[in-house]
């Protein structure tokens, strides 16, 4: 990378964009590991571009200011754009020199777009894992896994009658109106549904996104988005889970919170070789009647089912920071396939953060 000139006494001496970032900044221990990565992708990257026609943005670079995006909450890509062409961390970062110019908002976004159909994230996600740094802080035997409500990016005026119906006022009063997914739908953002976390909870227009974590260091080793429905929880978990014991070729555990206790959902992990951990729903229902878990007195007298629930509340850390720091509390994006990519940049910028301290304790 190119760097630029600085007047010390009278003389111009040469400033390399590597010497401009302290040497202690956490950046660049990020920065070295994304590198690593994206060497291993070179190949399935450069498959993505076609030989002719307008240069594209680099993907590697591409790449790199998508989880800038995501480490310093910047909310837009023409804000980030706007970030670049004066930052000159960013820029470092990004693989940009000083003097370069920056890409086009529109043009970034619609890169982004073929990034996130050629399965570039995942593949990352992938590669970060199996990192000779990486692998051997992970646990291949104890998972958790839990849900996250993702607020859609539309309002609650573009849930209207799928019939066409009510629509003189634009949507805009809906008070008092029954609403329900099955007549009703987002003209903004289709894939969304309507969906209350808790009982006195207002209804909010969302997805949902699912993450398996690993026990050892709390690390996201799998993630996923759906609608938001109540069973999306369980049914994301077996798809999960499955593949997770598929790759252990042995049992595994899986920690997860009392959303999952119905007894079909443990019959399933069952069969697909998965020791569900699983919290006791044995609470007072509205009715009076005391709910009948699916986990008995065989799971958890065992040690190891008190250690997965302990590990298991980690796994709020992961949602935590990308709802504070990262893009993961409301989405920017529209549709499902928009809002998984965002959410497993998320899980993969979490990772790149913890990555290093790990590695250094």
Known sequence: MRGTFADQGGLFSYISPEARVPANHPLRKVRALVRDVLSDLNRSLARLYANEGRPSIPPEQLLSALLLQVFYSIRSERQLMEQLDYNLLYRWFVGLSPDDPVWDPTVFTKNRERLQSGEVFANFMSKLLNHPQVRPLLSDEHFSVDGTLIEAWASQKSFRPKDGSG????????????????????????????????????AKLSYMGHATMENRHGLAVAGMVTLATGTAE???????????????????????DKAYDTADHVAKLRAVNVTPHVTQNDSVTSTGKRRQSAIDARTTRHEGYGMSQSRRAMIECIFGWGKQHGTMRKTKHRGLASVAADFLLNLIAYNLIRIPKLVAA
């Open 167 to 202: 629509d003189a006022d634009g949507g805009a009063n809906f008070h008092g109106q029954k609403r329900k997914n099955d007549t009703h739908a987002s003209t903004t953002d289709p894939d969304s549904r309507l969906y209350r976390k808790a009982a006195g909870r207002e």
């Open 234 to 256: 369980r049914r994301a978990s077996e798809t999960m889970l499955k593949a997770k014991a598929k790759e252990a070729g042995r049992r595994i555990t899986a920690g997860e």
